[in-house]
């Protein structure tokens, strides 16, 4: 088999381009990867996948060149391949049109025996996939996975951009914690020591003073040593944060962003939906919402008890998820366990202006309002074993106009398990990073 050039051939149109009415009977390029073949003796079938979907390619023996014939004869599955043709119209074809080739170009040649199969025939477990992550990307489910986070952070920023927010992008290497040192990556910068920076909290709140309403959505990196269905050490964050407001504000802003968000996904990703079996129903509007005490004693009276001041851990979040369908909010959450940038309540210090958003058991987001006077900010950090020499750098901006402020920080990877149904968080991320895998 001879692999051949592109040279001057040009993809004319992709496959979800092909209208009947208008191009029946005309040439067309296309462009893509095996996907599959079937052959009938003197008739031969391709299906050619690109990014839009697939494209079935006619080869009838009596009426094409022998030639072209044998070189149908040569195609592997995920071969590249570019196929010059007419558009027929073919109603036993799944996309009701059929291309009868004039010419086809092998591009590059294939393995005989890929390690993984595409397709989706031959079942493989998730190391598996994961070890071959280009080919598991090929199939439908993991395509459609993606086609899907796509449309989230484009709706997003469609979002972001209408309610007047400026995007912005904070440091992936640091020079001190943002939240305690547990979870740092530690590098080597030069002659220093920095960190693989765990939030972009304390950028984007000095940039409050500057834009009003800023957003990133940005990857975060954190030393957890859990190897759980939903952590990971590497994960895409999206963070917001407002000048003259606090949480209920910033809370507001939360759940008119995932109401737009799962609307837009059910209104244009029906086919990756209906791909993957995930049905999502869009929200209303308000979230439910129950403070840290009210959520307490909802479990107790579920049979599960937990004393004020605990964490509402896996097995609660769990028990909480059978309980409450859809997405609800957990606020005003103890002081003590929110990180120092936390506002406590000025009538009750033990509770803070905090919240997080829960879609049945998972946890999806959290925020809050932020303490916005330095002394305040200062005393914080000494109660929680904090140098406040090490933040000079932020402190310093609390003398130069800060105003109240608020925000969150939502997790990507876990919207985009609910969206499509997944049980792993490895199965959302590109290229997942966990306390085991650094490759591929």
């Given at each position: 088999m001879q692999l051949e050039k592109l040279e001057n051939w040009r993809r004319t149109h992709y496959s979800d381009q092909i209208d009947l009415e208008t191009l029946e009977g005309k040439e067309i390029t296309v462009c893509g990867w095996v996907k599959q073949t079937r052959d009938l003796g003197g008739l031969k079938f391709v299906i050619l996948r690109d990014n839009f979907g697939e494209i079935q390619i006619t080869f009838p023996k009596a009426k094409l060149e022998e030639h072209l014939f044998d070189k149908a004869n040569s195609l592997k599955n995920e071969m590249p391949i570019a196929v010059k043709g007419k558009v027929k119209e073919d109603k036993r074809s799944p996309t009701?049109?059929?291309?009868?080739?004039?010419?086809?170009?092998?591009?590059?040649?294939?393995?005989?025996?890929l390690p993984l199969d595409s397709t989706g025939k031959v079942k493989a477990d998730l190391d598996t996939r994961l070890d071959n992550r280009i080919l598991d990307l090929r199939s439908s489910i993991s395509h459609a996975i993606f086609i899907i986070r796509h449309r989230v952070t484009t709706a997003m920023r469609q979002f972001f951009v209408e309610h007047r927010f400026i995007e912005i992008n904070t440091p992936r290497i640091i020079a001190t914690a943002t939240e305690g040192g547990t979870e740092l990556f530690p590098i080597a910068y030069f002659e220093k020591e920095a960190f693989l920076a765990q939030s972009p909290q304390l950028y984007k709140e000095q940039l409050t003073t500057v834009f009003d309403k800023v957003y990133e959505i940005a990857p975060i990196f954190r030393a957890e040593e859990h190897s759980t269905t939903r952590h990971l050490n590497e994960l895409m964050m999206v963070d917001i944060e407002m000048a003259f407001a606090n949480y209920n504000d910033v809370m507001n802003v939360l759940e008119e962003l995932i109401h737009f968000v799962i609307s837009d996904v059910k209104n244009n990703c029906e086919e990756e939906l209906n791909t993957l079996k995930s049905e999502i129903k869009i929200p209303e509007l308000p979230f439910p919402k129950y403070t840290y005490t009210e959520t307490l004693d909802l479990l107790g009276k579920n049979d599960y008890e937990l004393t004020w001041g605990d964490d509402i851990g896996t097995d609660a979040s769990?028990?909480?998820?059978?309980?409450?369908?859809?997405?609800?909010?957990?606020?005003?959450?103890?002081?003590?366990?929110?990180?120092?940038?936390?506002?406590?309540?000025?009538?009750?210090?033990?509770?803070?202006?905090?919240?997080?958003?829960?879609?049945?058991?998972?946890?999806?987001?959290?925020?809050?309002?932020?303490?916005?006077?330095?002394?305040?900010?200062?005393?914080?950090?000494?109660?929680?074993?904090?140098?406040?020499?090490?933040?000079?750098?932020?402190?310093?901006?609390?003398?130069?106009?800060?105003?109240?402020?608020?925000?969150?920080?939502?997790?990507?990877?876990?919207?985009?398990?609910?969206?499509?149904?997944?049980?792993?968080?490895?199965?959302?991320?590109?290229?997942?990073?966990?306390?085991?895998?650094?490759?591929?």
């Open positions: 009701g049109f059929e291309l009868i080739p004039n010419d086809l170009k092998i591009l590059n040649s294939v393995l005989a025996n769990r028990k909480l998820g059978s309980i409450i369908d859809g997405p609800y909010f957990i606020t005003e959450w103890p002081s003590e366990g929110k990180p120092f940038y936390i506002q406590p309540r000025v009538d009750k210090p033990e509770i803070s202006e905090s919240f997080d958003l829960m879609y049945s058991w998972i946890e999806l987001a959290s925020g809050g309002t932020r303490v916005h006077k330095k002394e305040t900010l200062i005393q914080r950090l000494i109660n929680q074993g904090l140098t406040p020499s090490s933040f000079d750098f932020h402190l310093k901006v609390f003398d130069w106009g800060m105003p109240p402020h608020a925000g969150w920080g939502l997790g990507l990877a876990r919207l985009i398990m609910v969206l499509t149904g997944r049980q792993n968080i490895r199965e959302v991320v590109i290229f997942p990073r966990d306390r085991t895998r650094l490759t591929p």
